[in-house]
Every structure is written in structure tokens, then in C-alpha cells.
């Protein structure tokens, strides 16, 4: 079965500093990968999506993140957060072998940044 | 064009109650899954419909049950509630299809907040 992993529980930052939040997945096949978003008081919404192709990806609001199929993972960067990026972050995948089968959510990472 | 519609969006319930909440999803969309979300557990899947038939299921106890309808609403329902169901429920809906068009993700729901007491 699937899984993600996410590194870190809570991430606390100032605003300015540089972000990376892990995500690595258990697979073998091909898969989708996503980054979702939640704001406080506000529903879950996409950051950025991978397909295929380049492996590094651009989202909304100057976030990216890479994959790296080695090392089965999906990490997502900004180099320099403001405040309003506070939110909780989700990683997840989907099988593209079998669109059968449904997404899987890494448990969260939450991001407090601090003014 | 309307996002996901979930239905009520806060509700409490006292133990050994069911509950059923609906879910209409983005025009055109033919998958609905159904989150649990509670802190510290993350999204916890608990199904997917698909043209009326269910796809996918998690691992939650058949007190939890859904169904989806000719035109793509979805309803979950929870029965003989328990304190440990009080969670955020998401519903998404994506096209479903056997596609890797980038267009087949997930669109959320503002979710139903169940309180149980």
C-alpha cells in the first residue's frame, strides 16, 4: 500500500527565512504528486502538482517542489515566507498505474511564520 | 463555475445518533471522496464513489457508509456515533477518469464539522 511521510510536525520560521517542508512516498510505480494547502479557518486547496515532465515544479504564491524519483521524494521550497503562508501543508500521491486507487495524504506539516 | 458543496457545515450529535452529510461536487466531476480530519491524524480516507459504484474504501468500521447518486452527489452516513467521530469531514471531487490530464485532482469541500457529545 502506499504511504507519504512528512518530515516535520511543525515548522516555526520568521518571515524573510527560507522554507523546505519533506514529503517522501512508498511506491514502486508511477505516480501523481500534490501539494495541498490549508489557511486557518479555510478549506484545503492546491499548491502545485506533478505530472510528468520537468521535475521541478512552480505553484501558487512562489512555491515549487522537486522530484526526485531516486529517493522517492517531493519536497516544497520558497525562498522567503511571509507571514500569511502560516497554514497547514499536505503532501499526497496518486497511483498512475491504476487510477483506481485513491489519494494518499501525508499526515501534515504545520507552518507557523512568525512577523 | 460552483466549487464543492458540502452540507451541513456544523452539526453536533450526541453518542448512539446517526448523521448523513451531503456533498455535491464541481459540475462534470463523476469521483467523490470522502476525509476524516482530526488533528494530528491528518486526512484519513474513507471512500470514493465513481459512477455510483464505490471504488475505494478505507479503513472505517461499517458504521460508516456513503453513496453516490446519477448526478454525482454524494452522501455519507455515520451511525451509532461515537466521541471519537467528532472530526472535520472533506469532501473532494476530481473527473475521476482514467486520465493523466493535469485536470484530474482533487477540489475540496469546505467540510462538515461534527461535534459528538
Known amino acids: 500500500a502506499q504511504s507519504v511521510s512528512q518530515h516535520n510536525h511543525h515548522v516555526i520560521l520568521s518571515e524573510a527565512a527560507s522554507l523546505e517542508l519533506g514529503c517522501n512516498y512508498s511506491?514502486?510505480?508511477?505516480?501523481?504528486l500534490f501539494w495541498y494547502v490549508q489557511y486557518p479557518g479555510q478549506h484545503l486547496q492546491l499548491l502545485l502538482k506533478?505530472?510528468?515532465?520537468?521535475?521541478l515544479v512552480k505553484g501558487i504564491k512562489g512555491f515549487e517542489a522537486e522530484f526526485i524519483k531516486s529517493k522517492f521524494s517531493f519536497n516544497l521550497r520558497k525562498p522567503s515566507v511571509q507571514w500569511s503562508d502560516t497554514a497547514e501543508y499536505f503532501c499526497a500521491v496518486r497511483s498512475r498505474d491504476n487510477y483506481g486507487q485513491n489519494f494518499v495524504f501525508g499526515p501534515g506539516t504545520r507552518l507557523s511564520v512568525l512577523p | 463555475k460552483a466549487g464543492v458543496t458540502q452540507t451541513p457545515r456544523y452539526l453536533i450529535k450526541t453518542r448512539g445518533q446517526q448523521v448523513t452529510l451531503s456533498c455535491s461536487p464541481i459540475?462534470?466531476?463523476?469521483?467523490v471522496s470522502w476525509y476524516q480530519q482530526t488533528p494530528g491524524q491528518g486526512l484519513q480516507f474513507l471512500f470514493e464513489?465513481?459512477?455510483?459504484?464505490?471504488?475505494n474504501k478505507g479503513n472505517f468500521p461499517g458504521r460508516f457508509s456513503g453513496r453516490q447518486f446519477s448526478n454525482s452527489r454524494s452522501e455519507m452516513n455515520v451511525s451509532t456515533l461515537e466521541l471519537g467521530d467528532s472530526a472535520l469531514y472533506l469532501c473532494?471531487?476530481?473527473?475521476?477518469?482514467?486520465?493523466?490530464?493535469?485536470?484530474?485532482?482533487?477540489?475540496f469541500g469546505a467540510g462538515s464539522r461534527l461535534t459528538v457529545l
Open positions: 511506491y514502486g510505480g508511477t505516480v501523481n
Open positions: 506533478y505530472f510528468s515532465g520537468d521535475p
Open positions: 464513489y465513481f459512477s455510483e459504484t464505490q471504488r
Open positions: 459540475s462534470g466531476h463523476r469521483s
Open positions: 473532494a471531487s476530481s473527473l475521476g477518469g482514467r486520465t493523466s490530464s493535469g485536470a484530474n485532482v482533487l477540489t
